[in-house]
């Protein structure tokens, strides 16, 4: 199952080549409130029985073609958006030699997890969205990574079932500016340096769970400017999502829609007005975005 945001903003299921009013059927057969948020609907899809019925409504309902759409963000008002830092040791490495990132070899599982930051949600834009680089650095990045869908409350979830809490999967772009502030490893500006407005691309789309079999076997590709210059395994990561579920709800509850982005893998690249980004993860889809100069 696929679900989106589409043209207006209207909740859709898309299915094949359409997009099915899903909002106004689940409103239709009373399992969310007219109106409900993406968070509300993410709610009901994985919580309620009577969401299947909600479905088949969408799915009798009249419906339009992808191609004819317009794709926005899947979800704008995450209860939360938590974000893995530095959770790949090729990353790791090339940071080091981009903004003289301090050594974290020697961290254990948990300390590595305790630099997990928060992004707002006001950062966030969609599909064939535009970057805009702030006029105070001249340095920003890409980042390109899976990112999970939390689905039902989780508080205290163990690693072994953390992923009966996830609802599904998408892509998020986190892009990050390495100065002023970045160099030298000052972790503790993450919050900011990745905060502006359009630094958090999400989409295209919310994949549900059994799309993807598991979420460390799912391959990362991004091309800037046609160029490939991302290419990894999730498999690689040093803390799975299993684990960041697990430390994540030792410290707070999640809940549904909230947004669990798992770091990126090496192969991050300098952004320039102009520049065109295509991100691609295997069983989830494919996000392109716009770069631009702050004006």
């Not at 991004?222 to 410290?251: C, P, W, Y």
């Not at 102009?274 to 993860?281: A, N, P, Q, V, Y």
Request: hydrophobic share 40%.
């Amino acid at each position: 199952m696929k679900i989106c945001r589409y043209n207006t903003g209207d909740a859709g299921l898309i299915e094949g080549d359409s997009i099915y009013p899903l909002g106004d059927a689940l409103a239709a057969t009373g399992v969310v409130r007219a109106g409900a948020t993406m968070a509300e609907i993410i709610d009901a899809l994985a919580n309620q029985s009577g969401a299947a019925a909600g479905l088949a409504a969408a799915r009798s309902g009249k419906s339009l073609t992808l191609a004819s759409a317009k794709l926005r963000a899947p979800i704008i008002n995450p209860p939360a958006i938590w974000a893995a830092a530095a959770n790949y040791r090729a990353h790791q490495a090339e940071m080091k030699v981009r903004v003289g990132a301090y050594d974290r070899t020697q961290l254990s599982a948990d300390d590595l997890m305790a630099e997990v930051f928060l992004k707002p949600a006001s950062s966030i834009i969609g599909p064939s969205g535009t970057v805009i680089l702030p006029k105070i650095s001249k340095h920003v990045d890409f980042e390109c990574e899976l990112c999970a869908v939390i689905g039902k409350t989780a508080r205290n979830v163990s690693a072994e079932q953390a992923l009966d809490y996830v609802f599904g999967y998408t892509l998020c772009w986190d892009i990050s500016i390495r100065d002023p502030w970045g160099v030298g490893g000052r972790h503790n500006t993450r919050n900011i340096r990745k905060g502006f407005d359009t630094f958090c691309g999400v989409g295209p789309w919310i994949v549900s769970k059994d799309e993807i079999r598991e979420p460390q076997d799912v391959r990362i590709t991004v091309e800037q400017n046609g160029k490939t210059v991302m290419q990894a395994h999730t498999g690689d990561m040093i803390n799975g999502l299993r684990d960041l579920i697990r430390f994540l709800s030792s410290v707070t509850t999640l809940q549904p829609g909230t947004l669990i982005t798992t770091g990126t893998p090496a192969g991050v690249s300098k952004l320039a007005p102009g520049d065109h980004l295509k991100g691609t993860i295997d069983g989830v889809g494919t996000m392109e975005l716009n770069v631009e100069a702050e004006r």
